[in-house]
């Protein structure tokens, strides 16, 4: 099921109470939410639990598998990290990429002469299987490496991987991230509860009022005409896609951090104001933090990260990205967005060595500039990101460099001025909050500035009557 | 245990330290009274409590209602026409059956006949609206939410059908919950002095034109029957009747008989039957679709090459003065009129058998 939902609502409402129960036992509340998050995946799809289960199970026994060979050969203990990472791997390959390899292999064949046509590939998606899956390969990763021992507790482990807030969308949690949270008996107090019921209202007006009602239909617009696509219509419609997919992803981060805190546990940051950076490495920092975190644990690090030479390190880096582009989507459209942020990612590593320079600049103004050229360059990987295929990046990357001379307007002015007005806000407040906190931000605002700013998002997200549109990163 | 990464870390999150209960109580109060105003509002638009926004939900529970092998029952497929034009309880009340009410706005029936034919075991009668622009044309349409709904239809997750029960409850309490009044509909229907060359904004779409209740009971909103902005506004929206539009091609028309043809034999082979209706239309709308879609070249080539039954409103007197207040759809009462024609030529004509007792449940 969707935040965004009647059905969320109840659910979620049924499942405070169900937690707050003075007489239920801590363990009794973990398996009330266990059993709950598995509804909230099969409220999608039933049969797709067992697919979670799956991956839940292989990890269990594989993590223990490694711990009990700790101080046998290292062969051994990575046979058993060879069968975990193939099963997983192997369940997002087939439902994920089963259709992408089949259409690249079609092709390669035809570049051979060899006229073979793939079959009919019609798999639905796990929704969230990327992300699910990246949860239980850290945990086996982690005892592999030696970071953390097997969970003790099949009850604790079952809902590491499968605590709804984080499911589907992440943030991708650490084992040691959330799994000591179930230890001891989690009570949300009252102002954590709140705290937490005013993160879920943040979240739901980022998604329902300003990505979907906001900015989507600007967006779809612009990329779904087989026209020339003029300059301000091409950048506007990017620049829509990228409070679209801010909205919606910051969206759904805020409103899993704030039910989890409604139940008692918390989870970690994802986002930190990612269009105010200063600079790629600085916008990684900032822009789905627990996805790029992972892929530099698990994958930048391991491969060898900066310690070998200058040339591994920017292949390492190059890697890194193209692969983080492919767990995207099935699309060589995302491999070259991520192929794009890992070219500017080398050049950004590159100008600071030649020239030395390590930090922002000092001047605000230097920083704003630097800042607003970051964005820019971003928007045009988001045209990739969001294009159905190479023609329709082409067409709207043309516009944007005003290739495309009397290319009739797309948008009309409403649309244009709803842009403008969101995008702008989005910018601003996130170049005012670079260095702030929420939590600092909100202390140190008037009491009533809060309440009144909160009920307006609450009556907005309310009026705006969201149609239960699925989240962007539901399909990744 | 060695700790690497700070992601090693167990998560805490800071709690602000604030005047929850302050903020708290104020954002209660300022919500309750803005939603009353709004609702309130509403209430003053013309909406109303009982209006249910119709959703794929609604559409796939209907289509359930075909796999149940009814031999007799009734399914009507086709545009917002016959979707505007049916009352579904005068229906029941004439024959003893509910019909499924499968028709979607804007949408062409054929690719709906040919699921009917080729995806189920139906062996009624199949009740095909014919708004000749659109049934003969190439462009099958469909309103976006319901694009492919004639093969998605079973997709619905368990939490869509929960939602829809949840969404149907609250629907007969609030007016505001009309998805053609939300907040972005009116932002983005303000009519601005300057609009782009080329570009007309969602001030000139179609706007609310329809109430909705269970079983996909549709009728013309009371507001648009009446004279006024909105019923002109309705008018307007339906194209620049001035320009000439190509009329629909030989190849176009031939495609689409042939089509539908596939069809009926399909559902005749097994004991099913299919009428085609052509409900009224009228002003610069049916002048249009006369110059357009001439009678001779499409409907009554359709029966011919079909060998079906039709019932196209101009033949019969009981159809005549039907009000068509913005050119495309009956008025409430004129639907109820229309229905009782239709439903009785049916009958006469032995397409519709009474069922007694009625079986159906009631439509609303």
Known sequence: MV?????????????????????????????????????????????????????????????????????????????????????????????????????????????????????????????????????????????????????ESRLDYALFVTFFPHLVAGPIVRPTQLVPQFYAPKQATRDSMLWGLGLIVLGLFEKVVLADGGLANAADKVFATSQPVGFVDAWLGTLAFSGQIFCDFAGYSTIAIGTALCLGFALPENFRMPYAAIGFSDFWRRWHISLSTWLRDYLYIPLGGNRGSEARTYVNLLLTMLLGGLWHGA??????????????????????????????????????????????????????????????????????????????????????VKVVVIVTAIVATQWFMRNRSLEEVVVRAPWWLTGLVTAAMLFAVTITQGSGQAFIYFQF | MKHYHEQDDVTVREIPRLRYAAIGWMVLALFLAAMTSWELRMRAVGLMAGDIDDSPVAWAIERKRLETGEHDGVVIVGSSRILFDTDLDVWQEMTGRLPVQLALPGTSPRPYLRSIANDTQFDGLVICDVAPEGFFSPFVGALPQFVGMEKSWRDRSPSEHFGHQVGLRLERVFAFMESEYSLFRLIERIKLANDRVGQDGPYYDVWKLSVSYPHRQYFLWRRVEQPGFLRDHARAAWGPFGDERPPLTEGMIAASIADVAASIATIRARGGEVAFVRPPSAGLFLEREKRNAPRAKTWDRLLRETGSFGIYFEDYAEMQGLEVPEWSHLSRDSAARFTRAYVDVLLREGYVRLRTPPEAEPAG
């Open chain 1, 3 to 151: 935040f965004n939902s009647l059905t969320f609502l109840v659910f979620f409402a049924v499942l405070l109470v169900a937690h707050h129960l003075p007489f239920l036992s801590w363990t009794a509340k973990k398996v009330i939410l266990l059993i709950a998050s598995y509804i909230f995946y099969a409220a999608w799809n039933p049969p797709f639990v067992l697919l979670l289960w799956a991956s839940t199970i292989v990890d269990w026994f594989i993590a223990r598998g490694i711990w009990a060979s700790r101080d046998r050969s290292r062969a051994v203990r990575r046979s058993w990290l060879v069968i975990s990472v193939a099963v997983n791997i192997g369940f997002i390959a087939f439902f994920k990429y089963g259709e992408f390899l089949m259409q690249n292999w079609q092709a390669l064949m035809q570049a051979f002469g060899v006229i073979w046509v793939a079959p009919e590939w019609d798999i639905v998606l796990p929704v969230g299987i990327s992300f699910y899956t990246f949860v239980t390969l850290s945990y086996t990763l982690d005892v592999y490496l030696g970071r953390s021992k097997p969970i």
């Open chain 1, 331 to 416: 699309s060589w459209t995302f491999v070259v967005w991520g192929g794009l942020h890992g070219l500017y990612l080398a050049v950004e590593r590159w100008l600071r060595e030649k020239t030395g320079v390590a930090g922002d600049p000092a001047s605000a103004l230097s920083r704003l500039a630097l800042a607003l050229v970051t964005y820019a360059l971003v928007n045009v990987t988001w045209v990739f990101f969001r294009a159905e295929d190479f023609t329709g990046a082409a067409r709207v990357l043309a516009g944007m460099a005003g290739l495309a001379e009397g290319a009739a307007p797309v948008l009309p002015t409403m649309f244009v």
